[in-house]
Structures are given as structure tokens and as C-alpha cells.
């Protein structure tokens, strides 16, 4: 097989146009690498969703094994989210913009002077 050098030119040109047609194909094509790197990511984003979800659950369970087992846990849930109290105890409640105002200024320090 026998080119001559106008043929064989034409035969280069088409050859590296194949090759940047295949390499942009590869790149930005529907699978690609730009797409690979975008799956990629977002894999990530959801194996850290789901690792989140899974220790949120389990602290639930955990939480749930307490409710059914724990008395002391009751009782200490029932204060401090619905404010219970036993009936030979007294609540003492304080108006936070009362006990603000009852504490002194401080004053400002001075800036120094150059």
C-alpha cells in the first residue's frame, strides 16, 4: 500500500479529526468523564446522607430503648420538655428581662490615647 503525500495528508487530517471527535465524545459526552465526575460527587453527597440518616437512627432506637426501659430518663424527658414537677415540689419561675435589668453595667473601657 503505496500514499502519496497529498494522500497521506488527507489521510492525518482525518485520522487526528477522528481522534479529537472520540476525545471530546469521551469528555462531554452523555457518558463522559465531565458526567463521571458529576456522578461522583453527588454519590458522595448521598453515602454522607445516608451515613447521617443512619447514626440519626440509631440514636432513635436508642432513645426508643430508653423511653420503654429507663424510669429515671422519664421522668427527667417529662421536666425539661413538658416542665413536670412531682407534687411536693415548688417552681420557681424568673422573667428573663427582669434578670437582666437586676444586673449592673459594666462600664467601657477607655481607649487609649496616642
Known amino acids: 500500500m503505496h500514499f502519496s503525500k497529498k494522500g497521506l495528508f488527507k489521510f492525518t487530517i482525518f485520522f487526528l479529526f477522528l481522534v479529537a471527535l472520540m476525545a471530546a ?3 462531554f459526552g452523555e457518558h463522559g468523564l465531565v458526567a463521571l465526575y458529576r456522578m461522583e460527587k453527588e454519590r458522595a453527597v448521598h453515602i454522607e ?3 447521617r440518616l443512619e447514626r440519626e437512627n440509631q440514636e432513635l432506637l436508642e432513645e426508643i430503648q430508653r423511653l420503654r426501659t429507663d424510669k429515671a430518663y422519664i421522668e427527667a424527658m417529662g421536666r425539661r420538655e413538658l416542665g413536670l414537677v412531682k407534687s411536693e415540689e415548688l417552681l420557681y419561675r424568673f422573667d428573663q428581662k427582669k434578670e437582666d435589668a437586676a ?3 459594666t ?3 477607655p ?3 496616642k
Open 49 to 51: 446522607k445516608i451515613s
Open 111 to 113: 481607649k487609649a490615647e
Open 25 to 27: 465524545w469521551l469528555g
Open 103 to 105: 444586673k449592673p453595667q
Open 107 to 109: 462600664p467601657s473601657k
